[in-house]
């Protein structure tokens, strides 16, 4: 089985940045499309960014383009999403998930098997 947990959420003004981390445990992560997904109170999920198993490819979601940036280090069995340039509608709870393949719709939910418990980001303006 998969096992997620996040870390690295936080407070911080407009314009600051943060790093979030996920660990994972399970024999089966490298070969694991990831990804990362958010829902502030009120609102639906909605997917931030994917990284394919091997890491080549990474997708993002439109509002986050140029200011995330998703890696992983498969040797240390983790996924990070670089957060910079932040904006109070960045304030969410931030889940890890894991999947078997990315494919086209990398930011539907429902087609991740594995969720962490997630981590709170706030930004203030």
């Known amino acids: 089985d998969v096992q997620l947990v996040e870390s690295g959420g936080g407070s911080v003004q407009t314009g600051g940045a943060l790093r979030l981390s996920c660990a994972i445990s399970g024999s089966t992560y490298s070969r694991k499309c990831m990804g990362w997904f958010r829902q502030a109170p009120g609102k639906e999920r909605e997917g931030v960014a994917a990284i394919s198993t091997g890491g080549g490819s990474t997708y993002y979601a439109d509002s986050v383009k140029g200011r995330f940036t998703i890696s992983r280090d498969n040797a240390k069995n983790t996924v990070s999403l670089q957060m910079v340039s932040l904006k109070p509608d960045d304030s969410a709870m931030y889940y890890c998930?894991?999947?078997?393949?990315?494919?086209?719709?990398?930011?539907?939910?429902?087609?991740?098997?594995?969720w962490g418990q997630g981590t709170q980001v706030t930004v203030s303006s």
């Open positions: 998930a894991a999947r078997a393949l990315c494919g086209v719709r990398w930011d539907r939910g429902s087609a991740y098997g594995y």
